[in-house]
């Protein structure tokens, strides 16, 4: 199954695969709390500042995934389909275009922001 998502990543709007990450866990091992997952796969401190905003309402790990090694982030939702991703490498798109709207769309402003 697919979602029609804004966003050309091929993960985007899929259910998110169970990655096998560097801590010996699993991706589903970071999914219980109930909010969604913003999953840094570069140490990209732009990509947390993005999500820091969203205290409570995304949680943010860091950590790396050898099987995939072309994906920089993904932002999965509570119901674990991915809402946004990134690859790294010379083709890719900037490693935090279309996070924060895809942060908006989901999960609303960012904590600070007045409207």
């Known amino acids: 199954m697919r979602y029609k998502l804004p966003g050309e990543h091929p993960l985007t ?3 998110t695969p169970d990655l096998e990450l560097t ?3 699993r991706l589903a091992d970071h ?3 109930g909010r969604a997952l913003l999953l840094d796969l570069t140490d990209n401190p732009e ?4 999500a820091a905003g ?4 995304v949680d943010i790990l ?5 099987s995939r090694p072309e994906l920089a982030a993904i932002l999965v939702r509570p119901d674990g389909f991915t809402a946004w991703a990134a690859d790294t490498g010379a083709h890719a798109l900037t490693p935090t275009a279309g996070l924060a709207e895809a942060l908006e769309e989901w999960f609303g402003v960012p904590d600070g922001t007045v409207r």
């Open 54 to 57: 969203y205290a409570g309402r």
């Open 62 to 66: 860091t950590t790396d995934c050898p």
């Open 13 to 15: 709007g899929r259910s």
């Open 23 to 25: 801590d010996g866990g």
């Open 31 to 33: 999914l219980h709390g």
């Open 47 to 50: 990509l947390r500042a993005l």
